[in-house]
Nanobody, 126 residues
Framework: QVQLVESGGGLVQAGDSLTLSCAASGRTFTSSLMGWFRQVPGKEREWIAA????????AYADSMKGRFTISRDNAENTVYLQILNLKSEDTAVYYC???????????????????WGQGTQVTVSS
């Protein structure tokens, strides 16, 4: 089992950069593919990126390529999401998630993940 706690959100200006962190506890972090999602009220949770267990393979939603970078530090049990050149449309609650090794769902969908953090709010003002 994995427990996840996101941090690093807040109120930022358009054009700023931000790095979100997701601290994980539990013995299975290093064996878990990790993902980041975001959600705006009234909309579906949107997949942003995923990273392999050893951090060597990353994947991004097409609309997220270029400004978003996912990374992880297994020694620190932490996964990160860097966002460059923030835009007002990036305003959302950002969630990290851990995929269970036994999961059969796609890593691009929320049903492909078994564990979720509580989310961190990012608000971009223009």
């Amino acid at each position: 089992q994995v427990q996840l706690v996101e941090s690093g959100g807040g109120l930022v200006q358009a054009g700023d950069s931000l790095t979100l962190s997701c601290a994980a506890s539990g013995r299975t972090f290093t064996s878990s593919l990790m993902g980041w999602f975001r959600q705006v009220p009234g909309k579906e949770r949107e997949w942003i990126a995923a990273i392999s267990q050893d951090g060597t393979i990353t994947a991004y939603a097409d609309s997220m390529k270029g400004r978003f970078t996912i990374s992880r530090d297994n020694a620190e049990n932490t996964v990160y999401l860097q966002i460059l050149n923030l835009k007002s449309e990036d305003t959302a609650v950002y969630y990290c998630a851990a995929r269970s090794p036994s999961s059969s769902g796609s890593y691009t969908r929320k049903d492909g993940y078994s564990y979720w953090g509580q989310g961190t709010q990012v608000t971009v003002s223009s």
